[in-house]
Nanobody
């Protein structure tokens, strides 16, 4: 089993920044990508960003492009999400996920999910 543990969430004012981390531990896994999803109040879970395990490719939802940056440390099995220029509509529980990089955007065939970390952006 693989455990994904997110950290770095919290309360921030609009325009501020937060950096989320997701550390994978347990058995080794061969999934090609790691990514982030979020679920806001009363909303469905949505894709935020993904990165290949090699770090060579990234993918972003249009709503966060130019504001969020995903990066990874393959040696540490850790993925990060740097969130800048945060908006109140970014308020959500953010989940880390591991799966096929090419399917993460559509949320298909996710191998593992983290437990989530709350991000709240005040106006």
């Amino acid at each position: 089993q693989v455990q994904l543990v997110e950290s770095g969430g919290g309360l921030v004012q609009a325009g501020g920044s937060l950096r989320l981390s997701c550390a994978a531990s347990g058995r080794t896994f061969s999934s090609s990508g790691m990514g982030w999803f979020r679920q806001g109040p009363g909303k469905e879970r949505e894709f935020v960003a993904a990165i290949t395990r090699s770090g060579g490719s990234t993918d972003y939802a249009d709503s966060v492009k130019g504001r969020f940056t995903i990066s990874g440390d393959n040696a540490k099995n850790t993925v990060y999400l740097q969130m800048n220029s945060l908006l109140p509509e970014d308020t959500a529980v953010y989940y880390c996920a591991v799966g096929s990089y090419y399917l993460l955007r559509i949320g298909a065939k996710i191998d593992y999910w983290g437990q989530g970390t709350q991000v709240t952006v005040s106006s």
